[in-house]
C-alpha cells in the first residue's frame, strides 16, 4: 500500500529523499500516468529523432500548404499584369517604361522562372498554381511569333536590313554573304564613304540599282526613282548628320515607297535610359510615313529600339511588324534584343529571322513582304500594331 503523506509531498514537488520532482514525473514512476501522456512521449521522441536526421542529412521537412506563398502569387499576378499593360508603366523617371518595354520578353521569362523556382523552394501550391497568369501573359504576347510561317506568295518581297559597322574590316565579304540569301532590296546603314565601293563592287552585277544618303543605302534588283534624303535629324545634333534615305522602288505589279533609316543610339546609364534624340527622330520619321503618298511603304533601318518599346510608337502605330519570329540582332556576339527593324504599310510582314554573322556588331535579318491588292491598297489600309 502507498504511503499518502510520501504521495503527498510528491505532489507539493519534494519526495522524501528531499530532490526535486514534478507531479507527473511520479505519476509514471508509480504507474499512474495515462496512455496520452505515452502516445506524448512517442511523438516527441519521433520529432526529435526526425529533427537529428534532418540535421543529418541537410533537408527540413517543410510540408506543402496552400496558406504559403501569398507574396509570390501578387508578385505573379503583377508580371502577368505588366506584359500585358506594358504601356501602362510610367515612364519616368529615367524612362524606365520605355527600358522595360525593350527586353520585354526577358522581363517575363525571367521573372517567371525565378517565381516558380521560389515557390518550389517555399513548396507554395498556390503560387504555383498562380504562375499560370505569367504564362497565360507570355503566350498571348509572344507565342505567336513561334507559328509557322504563311507559304510564300506571288506578290512577295524579300528583303535584308543590316546595320554593316563603321568599324566593319570586310565590306566585300559582308556584301557577298547578304546578297547569297537572294532579297530583292538590301539596306545598309554605317555605310562610311571608304567602304561603300567594295559594297557597290560586290553588288552591282545582282543589284544594279542603288541609293546612297549621307551613312544609309539602298541596293535593289528593281528600278529606283525618286530618291531623296529624308530629314531626321534631331533639332539637338548640329554636326552635319544624314542618316535617312527616301526612294520608290519599281516592284512588278506597284510601286514600294522604301525609307532606310539609323536612328540616334540610346544608352543606359545611371540616370535611366536616354532616348530622347531617338524619341524625336522617329516621330519625324512617321511623320515622313504619314504624308507619303505612294500606297505601299516599307522602313528598313536599325532603329535602335524594338517594336515594344513606345519610343517607336510613331511608327509601330501606324505600320505592320513582324508576325512571325524574334530575330535579335543585338548584339551579334550575344543576342538580347532586335532593334534592326522591318516595318510595312499595305503590305504584311511575315517571318523575319536573322542571317549568319558579317563583320559588324549586329546580325543582319531576313524579312517576307506580303504586299496587299494593289487595287485596295490605301494608306488608311494600315494594320499598325499600336498596343504592341
Known amino acids: 500500500m502507498r504511503n499518502p503523506v510520501s504521495g503527498l509531498i510528491v505532489l507539493m514537488g519534494e519526495d522524501r529523499y528531499g530532490n526535486r520532482a514534478w507531479a507527473d514525473q511520479a505519476q509514471r514512476a508509480s504507474g ?27 533537408r527540413a521537412r517543410v510540408p506543402w500548404g496552400w496558406r504559403r506563398g501569398r ?40 521573372a517567371t522562372a525565378a517565381l516558380l523556382a521560389l515557390g518550389l523552394l517555399r513548396r507554395a501550391p498556390l503560387a504555383l498554381l498562380a504562375l499560370l497568369l505569367p504564362v497565360a501573359a507570355l503566350t498571348y504576347r509572344f507565342g505567336g511569333l513561334l507559328l509557322p510561317a504563311p507559304e510564300p506568295g506571288d506578290r512577295d518581297l524579300v528583303v535584308v536590313q543590316h546595320n554593316a559597322s563603321d568599324e566593319n574590316g570586310d565590306p566585300s565579304g559582308t556584301a557577298r554573304s547578304l546578297a547569297a540569301a537572294g532579297p530583292d532590296l538590301i539596306a545598309l546603314e554605317e555605310l562610311l564613304p571608304g567602304a561603300r565601293p567594295a559594297y557597290e563592287r ?11 544618303a549621307g551613312t544609309v543605302g539602298l541596293w535593289s534588283k528593281h528600278p529606283l526613282s525618286g530618291v531623296r534624303a529624308a530629314d531626321i535629324k534631331p533639332a539637338g545634333i ?18 514600294v515607297a522604301v525609307y532606310v533609316a539609323h536612328l540616334p543610339s540610346i544608352r543606359v546609364g545611371a540616370s535611366g535610359l536616354a532616348s530622347e534624340w531617338r524619341d524625336e527622330s522617329a516621330r519625324k520619321l512617321g511623320a515622313a510615313v504619314a504624308a507619303e503618298k ?16 513606345r519610343g517607336l510608337a510613331p511608327l509601330t502605330s501606324q505600320l505592320d511588324v513582324p508576325a512571325r519570329g524574334f530575330a535579335f540582332s543585338y548584339p551579334a556576339g550575344f543576342p538580347a534584343a532586335r532593334i534592326d527593324q522591318v516595318m510595312a504599310r499595305s503590305a504584311s510582314v511575315g517571318r523575319i529571322r536573322t542571317l549568319p554573322a558579317t563583320g559588324s556588331d549586329h546580325l543582319p535579318v531576313l524579312a517576307r513582304i506580303t504586299l496587299d491588292d494593289p487595287v485596295s491598297a490605301a494608306p488608311s489600309a494600315s494594320r499598325g500594331r499600336s498596343t504592341r
Open 238 to 255: 548640329t554636326e552635319p548628320w544624314s542618316r535617312g534615305l527616301r526612294a520608290v522602288a519599281g516592284t512588278p505589279g506597284q510601286d
Open 202 to 212: 560586290t553588288l552591282a552585277a545582282r543589284y544594279p540599282h542603288h541609293a546612297v
Open 294 to 309: 505612294t500606297a505601299a511603304v516599307l522602313v528598313l533601318g536599325d532603329l535602335n529600339g524594338t517594336v515594344d518599346d
Open 71 to 110: 507574396v509570390l502569387t501578387a508578385l505573379a499576378a503583377l508580371t502577368a499584369l505588366v506584359l500585358l499593360c506594358h504601356r501602362r508603366v510610367p515612364n519616368t523617371p529615367g524612362r524606365l517604361g520605355s527600358l522595360l518595354e525593350s527586353f520585354l520578353p526577358w522581363f517575363g521569362l525571367l
Open 32 to 58: 499512474q500516468g495515462d496512455m496520452s501522456e505515452r502516445v506524448s512521449e512517442a511523438e516527441v521522441s519521433e520529432a526529435r529523432t526526425g529533427a537529428r536526421t534532418g540535421a543529418r542529412t541537410g
